[in-house]
């Protein structure tokens, strides 16, 4: 049976979304306070609804921690929390703690002048930092591995390392989602653009690429209004990785 709604009604809302819900982010590979790592698209759909979730784990300067940001689109989304001044808007995101400041900060003080493992907890159970399976430098710089490493450098290392660990359960991505909407596929590699809107006073209006501009949303668009994940076919070169988004974690 056919959707009734379109992959142009998909687009529109994306398009749109930013700027009608200006506590809205829409997903964000180089935010400046954010140290990016892994991250990753989920989309759900039947025949009325459709939703988008992604997951962006990152160290959050701000915040001193390794966290999973999950944010929602959708024509069904339930139980976004108010936000705004007057609780007009909504906000379409959640932060998941991965690993709290002081393990971090242990961490690091223990690569300072070190390379033997340490142990971390995650989500209840304890990974170790390097875990000797084979080589892997969380960075752009060249600096030796774990020596010296920073407290993105160990994040980064995580998100790839134990991915699982690291990623939103079905719950979670669940938490403003209809219990019973479909899930029809993740995406762990895709072509993104930048997308923002500005509420300055002087200068308001959209930045960067509209997701209908380019064929990665226009494909997204076309598996949810058909519920058909073959129509995710890219040919835009992946770019969703870090170390693509310099600009991430710069302030």
Known sequence: MAATFTARDVLQFLDTCLQQNPTWFFINLEHPYWDTANSRLTLY???????????????????????????????????????????????????????????????????????????????????????????????????PWPLGAKEKDIGRYVAYQYADLCRATEVEKRMHLPASLPELMTIDEWHHRSWYYSYSSGTPGFSGDAPSSYETYRLIAEVLANRDPARWRPTLKPNNHWTNWPQAGSL
């Open 45 to 143: 759909a039947d025949q009325a609804r459709w939703a988008l979730v992604s997951e962006v784990s990152a160290y959050y300067s701000r915040a001193s921690a390794f966290d999973l940001m999950l944010t929602w689109f959708g024509n069904c989304l339930e139980r976004l929390k108010p936000a705004g001044d007057r609780n007009q808007f909504t906000w379409n995101g959640e932060f998941i703690k991965l690993i709290d400041q002081d393990v971090l900060n242990d961490a690091v003080e223990h690569f300072a002048t070190g390379t033997t493992p340490v142990q971390l907890p995650i989500r209840g159970e304890w990974v170790q930092v390097p875990d000797g399976a084979r080589t892997f430098v969380p960075n752009n710089e060249h600096r």
